[in-house]
């Protein structure tokens, strides 16, 4: 019954490169349009957000849950603004913030992920809302075969409804699903609620601002170089 | 704002062939197992209780959702004892509950879907629960983008919050989504919330017991001959 069935994958980080690739779209979408700005300093600024936006939710359910599209529309405006970045309409925001739809793969995501689906259940398990874990797998040829998202369960990571609720909606008990997370917070909350737990090393994901998850710091099931090294010591 | 940008697919009928398949497939199991009984006749009665077991889900919600799998293995049992077929086990109940996970698709739906997903997101729209939607689409090789289940609501079709909170999710306006069906019934429902509407005849889906559903008896966006004919039609 604790047969492996299903591997979820945290996203940001993990599968895609948000860093390089906003810093990359953004600079090109600038000299485009004529804007300048510190874009660099905006996405590790705009990343600095992301947490405390989400614990906000966390802490004011009367609000009711937004999703991560509305968090980052949210949060960008005034960091542009403290940046000194100026003339930005709403639909630049919007495109900005939409940014987060286009994201690129690390190299080995895609190789690797084609392996494991031949043998596993494989699904993002994402603090992204559905539509952005969509359009990202559209954009970047992920090749899953479900889309787990904190949307559906109106809680974000790592709050333990995320875990239990995926592996309850694909029928499996939490022992038959593994997180694979370059976090090691991540793994822990899994962990802690009986799914199995995969680390794989993203030493890049923050630039020269990366200061944690280097290296696994719990005992977990797997630590593995990169997603293709995982496809080979599960026999994919 | 109403290009089209995704298409789902009612699945039990439109995408695959439950008769034929759960016939098939119980009818080898009892070979194995040299269990006598008219399986055409419990596949046809199987069917027959699968839109009341839902109504009695709508009707009494104090009850909870159930999902489609724990409707499916309530009603089997009973349907199987009224046709004297005798013998079976707990297990042998659950393995014929999971036919349901291994149905074949129609030789259409695999071609088709291929080349519609060049161009949009699909999905399955249905009444089937998250996992054996997951599990079908692995065992025929179904390439969806998305899962979209009614378990995700807590409502079965044609209840409206099916289709609009498969737009939401999406984060499309509804009519940026097609529906396609077998079904004249589930268009209009889908129809009347605003989502496009393509209709795919499948004939033999009811096998001799088939009385509707023929043709389209609506005023659908699409009507074509199968899924690859949908493919030609919306150039992909």
């Given at each position: 019954?604790?047969?492996?069935?299903?591997?979820?994958?945290?996203?940001?980080?993990?599968?895609?490169?948000?860093?390089?690739?906003?810093?990359?779209?953004?600079?090109?979408?600038?000299?485009?349009?004529?804007?300048?700005?510190?874009?660099?300093?905006?996405?590790?600024?705009?990343?600095?957000?992301?947490?405390?936006?989400?614990?906000?939710?966390?802490?004011?359910?009367?609000?009711?849950?937004?999703?991560?599209?509305?968090?980052?529309?949210?949060?960008?405006?005034?960091?542009?603004?403290?940046?000194?970045?100026?003339?930005?309409?709403?639909?630049?925001?919007?495109?900005?913030?939409?940014?987060?739809?286009?994201?690129?793969?690390?190299?080995?995501?895609?190789?690797?992920?084609?392996?494991?689906?031949?043998?596993?259940?494989?699904?993002?398990?994402?603090?992204?809302?559905?539509?952005?874990?969509?359009?990202?797998?559209?954009?970047?040829?992920?090749?899953?075969?479900?889309?787990?998202?904190?949307?559906?369960?109106?809680?974000?990571?790592?709050?333990?409804?995320?875990?239990?609720?995926?592996?309850?909606?694909?029928?499996?008990?939490?022992?038959?699903?593994?997180?694979?997370?370059?976090h090691n917070d991540d793994?822990a909350?899994?962990?802690?609620?009986?799914?199995?737990?995969?680390?794989?090393?993203?030493?890049?994901?923050?630039?020269?601002?990366?200061?944690?998850?280097?290296?696994?710091?719990?005992?977990?099931?797997?630590?593995?170089?990169?997603?293709?090294?995982?496809?080979?010591?599960?026999?994919?």
């Amino acid at each position: 019954m604790t047969e492996l069935k299903a591997l979820l994958f945290d996203t940001f980080g993990t599968v895609v490169d948000w860093r390089g690739s906003l810093i990359a779209d953004f600079t090109q979408w600038a000299q485009g349009k004529n804007v300048m700005g510190d874009w660099v300093a905006l996405v590790d600024a705009w990343r600095g957000a992301y947490k405390p936006s989400m614990d906000a939710v966390r802490k004011n359910p009367e609000r009711g849950f937004l999703t991560l599209d509305e968090l980052q529309r949210q949060s960008i405006e005034p960091l542009a603004a403290s940046l000194g970045i100026k003339g930005l309409t709403a639909k630049d925001y919007d495109y900005l913030t939409s940014g987060w739809h286009r994201l690129d793969p690390w190299p080995d995501s895609v190789p690797g992920l084609t392996r494991l689906k031949t043998k596993f259940i494989i699904g993002p398990l994402s603090n992204g809302n559905v539509g952005l874990l969509v359009d990202l797998a559209k954009h970047s040829g992920l090749p899953w075969d479900v889309i787990m998202s904190a949307e559906l369960f109106r809680h974000y990571k790592p709050d333990p409804e995320t875990y239990l609720g995926s592996a309850k909606l694909l029928g499996l008990a939490p022992a038959q699903v593994m997180l694979v997370a370059a976090h090691n917070d991540d793994l822990a909350a899994a962990q802690k609620v009986g799914l199995k737990t995969c680390f794989v090393p993203r030493v890049t994901e923050y630039g020269p601002h990366q200061v944690h998850d280097f290296k696994a710091d719990g005992d977990w099931d797997y630590v593995v170089r990169d997603i293709v090294d995982l496809a080979g010591q599960l026999g994919c």
